[in-house]
């Protein structure tokens, strides 16, 4: 089980979460979504075992693999490189599939300072992707990225072999999502 009891968690003197319970689907998407600081970021970083609560019991994942709000992409490394740094070596000949993907075949020597904003969401999502592990936490995941490629991923997520949590702000990316809890 991944999930949470009754948390009470926050920053300095700030309640974020109070007595909040969440138990994520053994497979498929569970999707947060609300307004700023409603505490979502906080939900994903309690269960990727980054933050301890106030209160009440985390069941943290094991192995997450985690896309924060921000990329997160090494400036030095190129595209393919930032997926050969997550694969184990047996694993390096799916880099091309990977690379399809997130629509960047042919951006393989690329850095991610010459990449437009989609474009490098997209790495990153991948890079997640890619690296696997007992649980997918993504946050604002589809930022920068067009309608046509976000339905192809949340069909994707959708069938993830993992619990998925999906965090966002906008309701149109929670279409096909299995479970919707707003904060």
């Not at 992707?129 to 339905?151: N, S, Y």
Request: proline share 6%.
């Amino acid at each position: 089980m991944i999930g949470l009891q009754n948390v009470t968690a926050g920053y300095g003197e700030r309640r974020v979460l109070n007595n909040t319970t969440l138990t994520l689907a053994e497979r498929g998407i569970t999707v947060l979504t609300g307004p700023s600081g409603e505490g979502k970021t906080t939900v994903l970083r309690l269960l990727a075992g980054l933050e301890r609560p106030w209160s009440g019991a985390v069941y943290p994942a094991q192995r997450p693999a985690v896309l924060f709000q921000e990329n997160r992409l090494f400036p030095q490394r190129t595209v393919a490189q930032h997926l050969t740094d997550v694969l184990p070596s047996q694993r390096w000949g799916e880099v091309s599939r990977w690379l399809a993907l997130a629509d960047l075949v042919g951006e393989e020597e690329t850095l991610p300072m010459e990449l437009s904003g989609g474009m490098a969401r997209r790495l990153a999502l991948v890079r997640a992707l890619a690296l696997g592990g007992d649980c997918l936490f993504l946050d604002e995941p589809f930022t920068g990225i067009d309608r046509e490629r976000r339905e192809v991923y949340l069909k994707l997520l959708a069938r993830w072999p993992v619990p998925v949590l999906l965090i966002t702000h906008d309701p149109a990316e929670t279409i096909g999502a299995a479970k919707g809890i707003s904060l």
